[in-house]
């Protein structure tokens, strides 16, 4: 059944971490199809997809022009061809999780708007910082309706063009781990130590992957 439903929409290169599959797993079941833009990843970034999202998922591999400034911008319009206008879309990184209900966001499409700005949340060191530089922050058309007009521009600082009416919304947040990714890192050993140490239980290995993620690991000064 597909009311409700929505595509989501991804550009990625060697992505083959934690959030990514987060994301994947979060948007799935609302999901008509995810898109994901491949810049050539070398690691395992489109087996990830596969795994996760099955039929649903519409791989495009195409290399990211890098010494673009407007990389970004074409990379996003190539996600836009594969959507049928009037269908709705939301726009996620790799290192982006959006709350668990994204039925708020099903709600939105009887509205009487053509874009959403969504609500963000910013993690910065760890996952016991967030980003107060603004008291809330809004990332501009990250849920809209697709028209014929839709179109990313291709230059640094690209945000949709071709939407109608546009409004903010906090029914949802998305919760951006770009500044916190050492927390993919410690993912990794957590796993590493579940699968080789012979010294470390799992309870103690989750401990220790929970106090680094809270900020709460027992830390002195090294330099006053």
Not at 35 to 54: A, H, P, Q, R, W
Not at 140 to 167: D, M, Q, W
Request: with cysteine; proline share 5%; glycine share 4%.
């Amino acid at each position: 059944m597909s009311e409700g439903m929505f595509y989501v929409c991804y550009i990625a290169e060697n992505e083959e971490h934690i959030l990514f599959e987060s994301s994947l797993r979060t948007i799935l079941p609302y999901a008509k199809k995810v898109i994901v833009i491949d810049g050539k990843s070398s690691d395992s970034t489109v087996e990830l997809v596969e795994k996760v999202c099955g039929s649903k998922a519409i791989i495009v591999s195409s290399p990211y022009p890098h010494s673009l400034k407007g990389a970004d911008g074409i990379q996003r319009n190539k996600y836009l061809k594969h959507v049928p206008d009037g269908e709705w879309v939301l726009v996620l990184d790799p290192d982006e999780v959006p709350d668990d209900d994204l039925s708020k966001l099903s709600s939105l499409m009887s509205s009487p708007y053509d874009g959403f700005n969504l609500r963000m949340e910013h993690f910065y060191y760890n996952l016991s910082k967030l980003d107060n530089s603004i008291p809330e922050h809004f990332v501009p058309l990250r849920f809209f309706k697709k028209s014929e007009a839709s179109e990313y521009p291709e230059t640094e600082h690209n945000v949709l063009t071709g939407c109608g009416s546009i409004a903010n919304t906090n029914a949802v947040t998305v919760w951006h781990f770009g500044d916190a990714k050492i927390v993919t890192q410690w993912y990794k050993k957590y796993r590493n130590n579940l699968l080789k140490s012979n010294i470390h239980n799992k309870e103690q290995v989750e401990q220790w992957l929970m106090l680094r993620i809270t900020g709460k690991y027992p830390l002195k000064e090294f330099l006053d």
